[in-house]
Nanobody
Framework: QVQLVESGGGLVQAGGSLRLSCAAS????????MGWFRQAPGKERDFVAT????????FYADSVNGRFTISRDNAKNTVYLLMNSLKPEETAVYYC?????????????????WGQGTQDFVSS
């Protein structure tokens, strides 16, 4: 059974940084592309960033490009999201998701597993 456990969320001031982690278990981690999505209160879940199985291909939502960095450590079965220059409107629950395939993808329908989420609060 695939399990994803996010951590690293919390309260930060606007302009600050957070580093999220997602520990995966239950299936060979290096077989899968991974992604981060987020859901703000009252809104739909949106794509944030994705990385392929080997870590050499990444894509970002336009709104975070240049400020966020996704990375992975296959030896530790973990994917990370470093978020810099955070904005209050980026207050959301951040979800780690595991792709059905090995590539990077921004499409939610390509993801089969997700964690419980980690809450970030960005104060103004």
């Amino acid at each position: 059974q695939v399990q994803l456990v996010e951590s690293g969320g919390g309260l930060v001031q606007a302009g600050g940084s957070l580093r999220l982690s997602c520990a995966a278990s239950g299936r060979t981690f290096s077989d899968s592309g991974m992604g981060w999505f987020r859901q703000a209160p009252g809104k739909e879940r949106d794509f944030v960033a994705t990385i392929n199985w080997s870590g050499d291909t990444t894509f970002y939502a336009d709104s975070v490009n240049g400020r966020f960095t996704i990375s992975r450590d296959n030896a530790k079965n973990t994917v990370y999201l470093l978020m810099n220059s955070l904005k209050p409107e980026e207050t959301a629950v951040y979800y780690c998701e595991r792709n059905k395939n090995d590539h990077a993808s921004a499409y939610a329908k390509e993801y089969a597993y997700w964690g419980q989420g980690t809450q970030d609060f960005v104060s103004s």
